[in-house]
């Protein structure tokens, strides 16, 4: 019998990825070893065939009060949004490339997840971004991010002109190719690679970050995570802008619409194996060193 603290173990991949495919099976005949109760994400039950119980992956936070996500960040990132809306613990297996997000290596999972499944893990929370899109007052689409919502254009490298105010104190008017709204997890994404800051995933602030801005005294500005930040799309642009949520979720925006962004009300949580280290991670990823000498 088992000795887990959790209850049941939703286990969320890549479907018809065969490096995903494989880890899925390893965790499952781990899970079957040790008599833990699993349900699967319905579309990677289809690519593997097992005779697991399944669900949607918008039901697995009923069901399930772990979920392991097998995949990359964009995996992770995925599943976060639709997971975080529950109190379910949510834990990575690295089969993407840098793995901010996903702790547990794919060749060596098996002892850290164990310990994680005895209740020996730590635990973090980490906020999201809710996004609202207003045309003429109206509500026109919404939706949530881990990382960042970018409003940018359509079009590869034009130029957009948008106003920036926070909690009703106006900011600047810009014109750049876009902005960036950044969490402290989404600082070692999209936002570092466009010049931001990094910010501690325990540092409670939201980075706006103009991006290739046609000035150059703009520079990224931190701000308290509870501000609320609104940007109206100025009428001289064309058609064919957007907000991106986390690069997967696409909101259309329009000239004279208003975004609003503010901290969603839920938050993801992270559960980490023993010996977890945010400031090892950092350097893993980004190749720091560790010693000069």
Known sequence: MTDSVFNRVAIIGKPDHAGANETVLALLELMKRINQPVVLEERLSSSIGCSNPTAPLAELGNQADLAIVVGGDGNMLGAARVLSRHKVAVIGVNRGNLGFLTDLSPDDFEEPLLDVLRGNYQTEHRFLLNTEVYRHGQLKSANT???????????????????????????????????????????????????????????????????????????????????????????????????????????????????????AKHRLRLVHPPGYNYYQVLRSKLGWASKLF
């Open 145 to 263: 991010a881990v990382n960042e919502a970018v409003l940018h254009p359509g079009k590869i490298a034009h130029m957009i002109a948008f106003e920036v105010s926070v909690n009703g104190d106006f900011v600047f008017q810009q014109r750049a190719d876009g902005l960036i709204v950044s969490t402290p997890t989404g600082s070692t994404a999209y936002s570092l690679s466009g010049g931001g800051p990094i910010l501690t995933h325990d540092l409670d602030a939201i980075c706006l970050l103009p991006m290739f801005p046609h000035t150059l005294s703009a520079r990224p500005i931190a701000i308290a995570a509870d501000s609320e930040v609104r940007l109206r799309v100025l009428e001289e642009n064309g058609d064919n802008l957007m907000v991106s949520c986390d690069g997967h979720v696409t909101l259309a925006v329009m000239p004279g619409d208003e975004i609003v962004i503010r901290k």
